[in-house]
Each structure stands twice: as C-alpha cells, then as structure tokens.
C-alpha cells in the first residue's frame, strides 16, 4: 500500500509539471543554445538585446541550453514539458531516497504532499531545474554513503554536470565541507566516521567534486561573481527584503520558502527522528540563502539584463 502511495506522489508531482511553458526566459535559453551548436562556441558577449550588445556575459547555462536545444530540434515545446514533469518527479524521488536509514516513510510522503504543490511554482523551463535535481542527488548520496561509501563517486559527476548548468553549484562544495565537518564530529565523538572506507573514499571523492568545479568554460569568472556577491553579504547589503522576499508579493512566499531551501529542512526533522543530527541536511537552507544573494547582487553579468521580443529569438 505505502509503494502505491509514493508511486501516486511522484505521478502527482510529475502532473503538476505538466503545464505550458510560461517562463519568458526559456527562449533566450533556447536561443543560446543553438547558438552553440550553430558556431560551436559559447558566447561570451550579449548578443540578444539591442540594449545591451557587446557587454560582457558569463553564460554559466550553456550546458542546460544545449540539453533543451536538442529536445526542442527533437520534440518541440511538448518536449520541455515533459522535461520539467519528468525533472520534478527525479527530485522528490530523489528527496524520499536521501532520508535517514531505517526512518519511516510514511511521514516524508505526507509532508511531501504540500511541498509538491508549492514546487510544482517552480517546476518550469529554467536551469534552476536541474540545481533542485543536482541538490536531491547530493543529499542522496551523502545520507547513503555510511552504508554504500563507493556512491560517493557520483559527486564528481553530478558536480561536472552542475558546474555547466547553472550557478547554484557552488552549493555542491559547501555541502561537501558540511558533511566532512559531520564525519569530524563523529570521529571526536564516537571514535569513528562510519563505514569502514567512507573516510577515505569521501576525502577522495569530494576532492574530486571540489575540483571539477574548475572543469567550467568561465570558472574563473563565476567565481569572481560569487566572491563579489558574499562580499556584499558579509557587508549586511541588500537584507531590505529578507531572503529574497518582496512585502509586496505575498504571493511569492511560499515557492520562495521553498526555494531558499527552509521547507527542505522541514520536511527532513518530520520524516526522521529530530535528536539525530544532521550537518549537511542543516546546511541547506543556509547555503540556499547565501547563494541565493551572491547569485542576484554579485552575478549582474551571468544573465543580460533586459530581452526585447524574447519570442523572435527562436528561428
């Protein structure tokens, strides 16, 4: 019966992507994606927007815009439908796997059944898409690794693949030390990590992932954003709107809250025993919303700013 039951939510959450594409932003990603297959090159300037052409422009999408160029040549708009349908069901799939071993399940469907109406708000046609999928991947193996320790060497892979999609993948990093910092803890605690190999596959593992962060055609430069933007954390800029939240979009709430990665922890102290503590699952949240502000005050140059006839980008 409970296998009908998570079958049935991540169905409802693969029905909930399947809606039109409404997300403005999909066609200068579709655009610049065949851009790419068209010059093999990424661009390196805006070439879009007649406001802005020639400024500088740090597309750390590229990889993304390939994958939904090829589908759109393959299947049309239908295909990126079910892209973000098929997208949302891998990560609350992957979110239901990345729960404590032995915990109940039922407790994590039922939480989850708020949650995959709010997310179904952010299920569209943007590379932040497959930062969610990525995140629900690295939780998955990290909270697996004491019993499977050689699943860490999915982190490099995933950490690859995200570095090239969008610029959330700074989060793969962080929540790397968070959980170094947890095995730490054990070892002064209890006198031991684990399972016997996670220590030196993890060590190996997430050195691999930290370093294939500099496998990005503007590493350097994404990098530099980042820095810029953490700075101005640091400085107390910008918390007029905390955590992103605009008091006059009240509407906006909730897929924020999600988005920054609150309800995520949420979810984790319902679905396992709250007296067990979990480093890199407290992380998210913080990660999300220090990313969240280093992406919009220190990456002005990551996206253009302005797309005139958006629509007519796409031949």
């Not at 994606?33 to 805006?46: C, K, N, S, T, Y």
């Not at 815009?65 to 069901?89: E, T």
């Not at 102290?269 to 407290?282: G, I, M, N, Q």
């Amino acid at each position: 019966m409970l296998r009908v039951v998570v079958v049935a939510l991540l169905a409802l959450a693969f029905l909930l992507g399947c809606f039109p594409m409404a997300d403005f932003d999909v066609w200068w990603h579709l655009r610049g994606g065949q851009f790419i297959l068209e010059h093999g090159a990424i661009p390196r300037v805006d070439i879009f927007t007649y406001t802005n052409a020639g400024r500088p422009w740090i597309d750390v999408y590229w990889l993304f815009q390939i994958i939904i160029a090829l589908l759109y040549r393959a299947g049309g708009a239908s295909a990126l439908v079910l892209l973000k349908a098929a997208g949302g069901a891998a990560i609350v799939a992957l979110a239901l796997a990345a729960r404590r071993p032995g915990a109940r399940m039922w407790p994590a469907v039922v939480a989850w059944l708020p949650a995959v109406i709010v997310l179904s708000g952010r299920l569209c046609e943007r590379p932040e898409l497959f930062s969610l999928l990525f995140l629900a991947g690295f939780l998955a193996v990290l909270r697996r690794a004491a019993e499977r320790p050689r699943r860490l060497w999915l982190l490099p892979l995933l950490q690859l693949l995200w570095v090239n999609c969008h610029g959330f993948f700074v989060m793969g990093p962080l929540l790397i030390a968070a959980y170094g910092v947890e095995l730490l803890y054990r070892r002064l605690r209890y006198g031991n990590t684990g399972a016997p190999g996670l220590a030196r596959n993890f060590a190996l593992a997430g050195s691999a992932a930290v370093g294939a962060c500099l496998l990005s055609p503007n590493s350097e430069e994404t990098f530099a954003r980042y820095l810029a933007g953490m700075h101005g954390l640091w400085r107390g800029a910008g918390w007029e709107a905390p955590l992103g939240i605009d008091p006059a979009r009240p509407d906006e709430i909730p897929a924020l809250l999600v988005e920054r990665g609150i309800l995520s922890r949420v979810i984790d102290v319902l679905a396992h025993d709250p007296r067990w503590r979990c480093v890199h699952a407290d992380a998210v949240a913080a990660v999300f919303v220090a990313t969240s502000f280093a992406e919009t005050h220190g990456l002005a140059e990551v996206t253009p700013p302005l797309r005139s006839r958006a629509g007519d980008l796409v031949s």
